[in-house]
C-alpha cells in the first residue's frame, strides 16, 4: 500500500461514518410529531446535544482535512510521513481522552497504516 490515496482511505471512511451518524440523528430518531427542523432545534437545545452536533462536526472536518493532507504530502518526504504518523497517533489518543470507544479503532487502523507505511518508506531510504 505505498499510494497515499490508500493510506487516507479510513479516514474517508471516517467521514462517511460521522455523516452516518447525522443521518441518524437527524432522519432516523425524528419523533412523529416532529420535523427535521424542529428535532435539529431541540437537540441543540439540550448541552448533550450540543455536544454531540459539534463533536461530530469536528470529527467529520478535521477526518476529511487529515485525509486531503496524507494524499498531498504523504509521499513527499520521509519526515512529512514521520509527521503524518505521530499526527495519526497523537489523533489517537485525543480520541482516547475524549472517551469515544465506539471510533478509535477506526483511528488505530488508520495511524498503523501509515506507520507501516512511514516504516518501509524509511528502509527504502
Known amino acids: 500500500m505505498s499510494k497515499s490515496w490508500q493510506q487516507s482511505l479510513i479516514y474517508f471512511i471516517n467521514v462517511i461514518f460521522h455523516i452516518g451518524v ?14 427535521t427542523q424542529e428535532h435539529i432545534i ?24 487529515f485525509a486531503l493532507i496524507v494524499i498531498l504530502f504523504l509521499n513527499k518526504s520521509l519526515f512529512m510521513s514521520k509527521v503524518l504518523a505521530f499526527t495519526a497517533w497523537s489523533l489517537v489518543l485525543i480520541i482516547y481522552l475524549y472517551g469515544a470507544s465506539g471510533i478509535i479503532f ?13 516504516i518501509s518508506k524509511h528502509k527504502n531510504a
Open 22 to 35: 447525522f443521518w441518524v440523528l437527524f432522519t432516523v430518531a425524528i419523533p412523529d410529531h416532529m420535523t
Open 42 to 65: 431541540d437537540f441543540w437545545s439540550y448541552s448533550e446535544g450540543k455536544e454531540t452536533i459539534l463533536i461530530n462536526t469536528a470529527f467529520l472536518i478535521g477526518n476529511f482535512l
Open 106 to 118: 477506526t483511528y488505530i487502523l488508520g495511524a498503523i497504516l501509515l506507520t507501516t507505511h512511514t
